[in-house]
């Protein structure tokens, strides 16, 4: 009596199945994992905005760190919106104003000062919440 496999190995039109191969290298795995494990969660960009937009200001010594943390996050969000290829009028707005507003410099003074933080997080909240709202996020992310 003949196996299944030896009677399907004789059979017209059988072919044989390749070996599954990884799609990727053991070194380029390794990398992607060091990678993601760097990843700041959403959570913690929530927590961000938070941070700025919530009941109680930020204090003035820590201006400075919550901006890079923000730009951080527009960073991430913009990323996601262009490996997306979102065409969304809003989302294609709200990277725009993320991108101008990566890119300027804390101003000086307390209130103009906690003025771009709160555009920062304004446009950080935006772009998360569409971004959520035109499924690019759960593409990505």
């Known amino acids: 009596m003949c196996s299944p ?3 399907q190995a004789h059979s017209p039109g059988f072919r044989p199945v ?6 990727l290298n053991a070194d380029t795995l390794a990398l992607l994992a060091s990678l993601l494990r760097e990843l700041k969660p959403l959570d913690a960009i929530l927590d961000d905005v938070g941070d700025v937009l919530g009941d109680q200001d930020p204090p003035p010594h820590e201006f400075e760190e919550t901006a890079e943390q923000l730009r951080g996050d527009l960073k991430r969000l913009v990323d996601i ?3 997306a290829e ?3 009028a ?3 707005g709200l990277v725009t104003r993320a991108r101008a507003l990566r890119s300027e ?3 000086g003074g307390y209130a103009t000062a906690l003025g771009h933080l709160r555009r920062m997080a304004g446009t950080t909240n935006a ?3 569409r971004l959520a709202a035109t499924g ?3 593409e990505i992310a």
């Open 136 to 138: 690019s996020m759960r």
């Open 127 to 129: 772009l998360l919440e």
């Open 81 to 83: 919106a262009v490996v």
């Open 86 to 88: 979102d065409k969304d």
């Open 18 to 23: 390749e070996r599954w191969k990884p799609a």
């Open 90 to 92: 809003e989302v294609v």
């Open 5 to 7: 496999a030896a009677t």
């Open 105 to 107: 410099e804390l101003p």
